[in-house]
């Protein structure tokens, strides 16, 4: 028996069978079942065909009370035991089995004595206790108007442990206390019939056939929650394998895992997107013991946070994709996406995004980790991650902007790295005021000028690179939502950043909307604007900034926004997700059918492309002849290899800066102060500085420190200066009001400040 249970659960996929004719369903939820209130434990083989259960209540199901969606009312109870007697006819044309279950708030399920499901409780093989309450809550989906979740029966077990004849199917459901408002179990089973013989009940009217699923060009992404629920909150822990063959090679169901073998945990994430029947997934990798494990998925750099995304109601299945490529395109960090096929407890989900989850990381966003012990000094003023978005899941920790949205509502700016909690008071009063700053200076009069203006506080570039990316997918969720900034240490620039580019899946035209389906109209001050913070409207009002709009615009319009490249891009993704976005419409068939907020609806998926395409055709074009400012001379830095290079000049001013390298030597009698090292003895030293634009001065000292001769010799008169240097070892310095040290040939050093 332990030997099946392990075959249950261990298997990487459970196939269905291609020979299936049709489905039929043999037990209902209204049909007349045996049961017990859980108010003792039950004999130990009522889980058996064999159990005489004639001392059980007998009723019609769904048995339970609380939802008014019960035909058998019992009383408030942490568990119920549920058995059905059914028949199969001939188990040879059995192909395959499905358990649905409608359940509040968990339930194991047994077909003659051996465990076919579970939910909610417990691990795989225990039996729960009658009072044992579930591991977390569910609520029932039919009498929302929702379906039972389905389990998909491994048809491996299907020739030994279904009997031809009489067959018992026990299921013990569990509320999650006994003073629950409510329970329920509803339970169907069906079977996919080999045959054209009909021995059964026609299926309800809800169920859908499972897709045979075998193969992909996609990588595939495979999860066993071992009879766990995923839920918004707490993540659970489950198993987690990746497909992956290479690019150009087929991926099969019935592969080892080749790219990922391993411990995850796992959660829902998002907002709106949760309400949809695709969920979007948060998870983490880990080790054995739990801890985080680093770890390369798909060819993306090592992390262990990492996104699972659900693209529902853009039937294109493209819009964050292209958005985030061209993100990369224009020379930001973007999300990397990878295109997969998911499937969790052998339930086929669909065509994901496996994309890497917004954080600070050397591979992510870039930018000083911010430690407890940072309260002070330079390392108090970086890095931080902050947002404008929802509240979903950051529980109200935030804080109140002095400068109301463009419609003159309350603005709140949020933390995200580090987590609220893990903040101190100096640096949420650092990144706060630093915020304020920014704002006044913005808003006030001499918001142009260089020197007191915003562009003190700001990475102007990346202003731009956002305006412009929320302009030509016309996103209603751009600049009030999703709208992710960074600031670094002030030795590393320490300019506010926007980016990374976040959640476009209601924009190119996919929202009915805030005139978001029209190609028309900005966003930043029309549609969704009067959410948005004043920034981007007030930075309009600078003709340098509109100017420098007009140049990148023009600039990417020639390169990754001509639309021969955008279409090329669209024509091609739509090649390689041919074969899967088949399945992924036959698994969630809303092609032709409204969905929120579509503001078109295409009956093909080909209809749903050329959409897309028609509209950023028409957008492009109206972007072109509507856009302001001039594109002449912008003065800054060409070269690409300074440091300071600016990417939207056009003209070189002379401020390039470079990295610069330095070595010298230096004998001294004394310990001397060297860019914060104290030297005491001889060796080589390295230390690196960072000038304005953040620039690298990287200066190497060969220190030799030799008191006795330098003591011995002191009063030599005969002594030759032969090197005057500063404190970073350079000979090249204004010489007045500066620490020197003066180098004689037998080994002394002197120090002096020359004050005129």
């Known amino acids: 028996m332990k030997k099946l249970i392990l075959l249950l659960v261990c298997?990487?996929?459970?196939?269905?069978?291609?020979?299936?004719?049709?489905?039929?369903?043999?037990?209902?939820?209204?049909?007349?079942?045996?049961?017990?209130?859980?108010?003792?434990?039950?004999?130990?083989?009522?889980?058996?065909?064999?159990?005489?259960?004639?001392?059980?209540?007998?009723?019609?199901?769904?048995?339970?009370?609380?939802?008014?969606?019960?035909?058998?009312?019992?009383?408030?109870?942490?568990?119920?035991?549920?058995?059905?007697?059914?028949?199969?006819?001939?188990?040879?044309?059995?192909?395959?089995?499905?358990?649905?279950?409608?359940?509040?708030?968990?339930?194991?399920?047994?077909?003659?004595?051996?465990?076919?499901?579970?939910?909610?409780?417990?691990?795989?093989?225990?039996?729960?206790?009658?009072?044992?309450?579930?591991?977390?809550?569910?609520?029932?989906?039919?009498?929302?108007?929702?379906?039972?979740?389905?389990?998909?029966?491994?048809?491996?077990l299907l020739n030994s442990v279904l009997n031809q004849g009489n067959n018992i199917l026990s299921v013990q459901v569990h509320n999650d206390n006994m003073s629950s408002s409510d329970l329920t179990g509803r339970i169907f089973l069906s079977l996919g019939i080999s045959t054209t013989t009909t021995n059964y009940s026609p299926t309800p009217t809800w169920f859908q056939p499972p897709l045979i699923f075998t193969t992909s060009n996609l990588p595939i992404v495979v999860i066993n929650t071992n009879g766990q629920t995923i839920v918004d909150d707490p993540r659970i822990v489950c198993d987690m394998g990746i497909i992956d063959n290479g690019f150009g090679n087929i991926n099969s169901v019935n592969d080892a895992f080749n790219d990922y073998n391993g411990k995850i945990s796992i959660e829902y994430r998002g907002s709106s997107s949760q309400s949809f029947p695709k969920k979007p997934y948060a998870l983490e990798t880990q080790d054995s013991v739990g801890n985080n494990n680093n770890v390369s998925l798909l060819g993306m750099p090592?992390?262990?946070?990492?996104?699972?995304?659900?693209?529902?109601?853009?039937?294109?299945?493209?819009?964050?994709?292209?958005?985030?490529?061209?993100?990369?395109?224009?020379?930001?960090?973007?999300?990397?996406?990878?295109?997969?096929?998911?499937?969790?407890?052998?339930?086929?989900?669909?065509?994901?995004?496996?994309?890497?989850?917004?954080?600070?990381?050397?591979?992510?966003?870039?930018?000083?980790?911010?430690?407890?012990?940072?309260?002070?000094?330079?390392?108090?003023?970086?890095?931080?991650?902050?947002?404008?978005?929802?509240?979903?899941?950051?529980?109200?920790?935030?804080?109140?902007?002095?400068?109301?949205?463009?419609?003159?509502?309350?603005?709140?700016?949020?933390?995200?790295?580090?987590?609220?909690?893990?903040?101190?008071?100096?640096?949420?009063?650092?990144?706060?005021?630093?915020?304020?700053?920014?704002?006044?200076?913005?808003?006030?009069?001499?918001?142009?000028?260089?020197?007191?203006?915003?562009?003190?506080?700001?990475?102007?570039?990346?202003?731009?690179?956002?305006?412009?990316?929320?302009?030509l997918s016309k996103n209603i969720d751009g600049y009030r939502l999703s709208t992710y900034m960074y600031k670094d240490r002030d030795d590393n620039g320490g300019k506010l950043t926007m980016g990374p580019f976040w959640d476009y899946n209601l924009a190119f035209g996919n929202a009915d909307y805030c005139d978001g389906g029209i190609t028309t109209g900005w966003e930043v001050n029309g549609g969704c604007g009067d959410n948005n913070p004043f920034w981007f409207e007030r930075l309009l009002d600078d003709t340098t900034y509109q100017n420098k709009l007009k140049c990148r615009w023009e600039y990417l319009r020639e390169r990754s926004f001509h639309q021969d490249s955008i279409f090329t891009f669209i024509d091609s993704m739509s090649f390689y997700l041919d074969d899967a976005q088949q399945r992924n419409f036959q698994k969630w068939p809303i092609l032709g059918n409204y969905v929120w907020p579509n503001f078109y609806v295409g009956n093909t998926y080909q209809d749903e492309l050329q959409f897309f395409k028609t509209w950023i055709g028409g957008r492009l074009i109206w972007i072109d002849n509507n856009i302001g400012g001039n594109c002449y001379e912008i003065l800054g830095c060409t070269d690409p290899l300074a440091c300071n290079y600016d990417p939207l000049a056009n003209t070189n001013d002379g401020s390039c800066n470079y990295n610069s390298f330095s070595y010298d030597t230096l004998v001294s009698n004394i310990s001397i102060n060297w860019n914060g090292l104290i030297l005491t003895t001889s060796g080589d030293y390295s230390a690196t500085l960072y000038n304005s634009v953040g620039c690298d001065s990287i200066a190497n000292l060969n220190f030799i420190f030799n008191p006795v001769s330098a003591i011995n010799d002191f009063n030599n008169d005969q002594k030759t200066l032969i090197k005057v240097v500063d404190v970073l070892g350079r000979d090249n310095f204004p010489y007045k009001k500066t620490t020197l040290f003066y180098i004689y040939d037998d080994g002394t050093v002197e120090k002096k400040i020359i004050i005129e």
């Open 302 to 471: 090592v992390e262990n946070d990492w996104i699972l995304y659900a693209p529902y109601t853009d039937k294109s299945l493209m819009r964050n994709f292209l958005t985030f490529d061209l993100g990369r395109k224009m020379g930001n960090y973007s999300p990397r996406t990878v295109y997969c096929e998911l499937i969790i407890n052998g339930d086929y989900k669909g065509i994901y995004i496996l994309m890497e989850k917004i954080k600070r990381d050397n591979d992510r966003v870039d930018i000083a980790k911010l430690d407890s012990n940072d309260v002070a000094g330079d390392s108090l003023t970086g890095g931080y991650i902050i947002k404008v978005d929802k509240y979903t899941g950051n529980g109200g920790l935030d804080w109140l902007s002095d400068f109301p949205n463009i419609g003159g509502n309350n603005l709140y700016i949020q933390y995200h790295y580090p987590q609220a909690s893990a903040l101190q008071p100096q640096q949420m009063d650092y990144i706060e005021h630093f915020m304020d700053s920014f704002e006044y200076a913005l808003a006030g009069p001499n918001f142009t000028d260089s020197l007191i203006g915003y562009s003190k506080y700001i990475d102007v570039n990346s202003f731009v690179d956002l305006y412009i990316i929320n302009e």
């Open 11 to 156: 298997l990487p996929f459970l196939t269905i069978s291609q020979n299936i004719d049709h489905w039929e369903t043999v037990v209902f939820d209204n049909d007349i079942w045996r049961y017990l209130e859980g108010t003792f434990e039950p004999d130990t083989n009522w889980r058996k065909l064999a159990f005489n259960d004639a001392s059980w209540s007998q009723a019609q199901g769904g048995v339970g009370y609380g939802d008014g969606d019960d035909n058998t009312i019992i009383n408030s109870v942490t568990s119920l035991y549920l058995r059905k007697n059914f028949t199969i006819i001939d188990t040879s044309e059995i192909a395959a089995v499905i358990l649905h279950v409608d359940y509040d708030d968990a339930f194991v399920a047994y077909l003659n004595n051996v465990e076919i499901a579970r939910a909610n409780i417990g691990s795989v093989g225990d039996h729960p206790l009658y009072n044992q309450g579930s591991s977390s809550l569910h609520e029932a989906q039919m009498y929302q108007g929702g379906n039972p979740d389905q389990f998909v029966i491994n048809t491996q």
